[in-house]
């Protein structure tokens, strides 16, 4: 289903590019950014570049871009501050290794030198602008940081929860996407319905493992949301309502790449891939 | 000494741009951000993109970016697991008035931010991206990012307190004149070592103004660095010998002008104010 021989190449391009910097702040960087993450960001800027006719590897700076941006997310998330999680993708936690402050810092790091990759990257100026001009707008403060503010105030309504949820995953996902497509010379919004749609899907999605699946299997503790009495889309729906919109969302996302006639084949199966995930 | 028609119109510009939008998050950015800085960041932006033959106003968005760097900098580095300070500016810090996720998320929501309105500007994609390149990498994981976690590990020698020096404060100093320099169609480079010796020279005067100064003239708690054993210039040098060293770095500073001619009027009365200051 993912394209292996892509990731490989990505995961190589991005190991060089770290291991050309050598102090304590990118040890900490390097520490969460290779910590085993499914890279589902910038293969989504990967499958959306070439969608549009581009080459994946055009997209690599801004694939890197997005997943240092999104370990920095996770990185803050889990401080003791926020959601206070010691355990991360089957490893402790930034702070946890690091302390507080080289955390905090580790991810102040990450998003500014997101920017850096993109500035120093081959592609034309209009196109790495207007890369970093998504990716900004979408990561802050009408975008995912909003949606971080919202998880911590906590959602009374279904409609609440999955705005909240839409900021927090589905706008970065978006900008991974309007990445590609900028590369692959496109506008840059193609995707905004395929995104908003699979980000709800996939937050759903890790609602009902938190539930259902197994700490080895998540690498993370489960029904941490059960025992922090968080809210989630199991607060207001069953069980059954729960993979019933997962279902209709995921066909949301499906049909809004009708646009693409017979390219739309590697970002279809990637959302019906991560909606059937089982750890 | 300071143009004060530029830095007010400055003023409007930030506050039009910023009350434009309205949520929780910009509630707290905007806290902060107007908060009564001396704006010291922008100006330099503006001076030298006039310096250069470019117009002031040119350079406003990049000049609001550089500021909400700072800014971001400044709530990070007050929290409780940093220099945990209660006081900014005379004022409350951003974690005493919005609890600590939220002025993480503020400071995050201003880093990102700063990378949109240097997108959104008017400015030409090469410049816009050269800008954006300039202040991420002044302001990363080797720039001031490193400088604050030099700064939490401790400095052995004066040497050591002087490089953490630079990378804390002459980076961003750097930034902000490189951004000035690019919007008026220099290289970028142009102001490196008056950056460098500024900001250095910026940093004793503090480390000065904290033993002989008052807290209400500062806006700060004072002797903070005493209180908490902090290591200053002053643990390795006397008193008279730091303020030679100030007046020495900041000649230098001045020399590095001779290229601009008589247009090193005003950044050299700015870095002979800014040796000057009492407050």
Redesign the interface.
């Known amino acids: 289903m993912i394209d292996k021989e892509l990731t490989t190449r990505f995961e190589a391009y991005l190991k060089d590019l770290m291991g050309k910097?050598d102090?304590?702040?990118?040890d900490a960087?390097n520490y969460s950014l290779s910590a085993g993450g499914k890279r589902i960001r910038p293969y989504l800027a990967m499958l959306a570049c070439r969608a549009l006719g581009g080459k994946a590897e055009d997209v690599f700076p801004f694939a890197t871009a997005i997943e240092m941006v999104h370990t920095?997310s996770l990185i803050?998330d889990d401080?003791p501050?926020?959601d206070n999680d010691d355990l991360r993708r089957g490893k402790p936690t930034s702070h946890k290794v690091y302390?507080?402050?080289?955390a905090?810092?580790a991810?102040?790091?990450l998003?500014?030198?997101?920017?850096?990759v993109?500035?120093?990257s081959d592609l034309?100026?209009?196109k790495?602008?207007?890369a970093?001009?998504a990716?900004?707008?979408r990561?802050?403060?009408?975008g995912m940081?909003?949606g971080?503010?919202l998880d911590?105030?906590g959602s009374e309504s279904l409609d609440g929860l999955l705005l909240m949820y839409e900021r927090k995953t589905s706008d970065l996902l978006a900008a991974a996407l309007s990445m590609g497509a900028i590369a692959a010379g496109g506008k840059g919004d193609e995707f905004d319905t395929f995104a908003k749609y699979t980000g709800i899907a996939f937050q759903v999605m890790d609602d009902i493992l938190d539930v259902t699946s197994s700490e080895e299997k998540l690498g993370k503790n489960i029904n941490s949301d059960g025992k922090n009495d968080k809210i989630t889309s199991l607060s207001f729906m069953t069980m059954e309502d729960a993979k019933n919109m997962l279902e209709d969302y995921t066909a949301r996302a499906v049909d809004s790449l009708a646009f693409l006639g017979d390219k739309d084949k590697e970002l279809k199966e990637l959302a019906y891939f991560l909606m059937k995930r089982d750890y």
């Open positions: 910097n102090n304590s702040v990118y960087m920095y803050h401080l501050a926020m302390g507080e402050a080289m905090i810092l991810g102040d790091a998003l500014t030198e997101a920017f850096s993109i500035a120093e034309s100026a209009d790495k602008i207007r970093a001009g990716l900004s707008k990561a802050g403060a009408k940081v909003l971080q503010a911590m105030k």
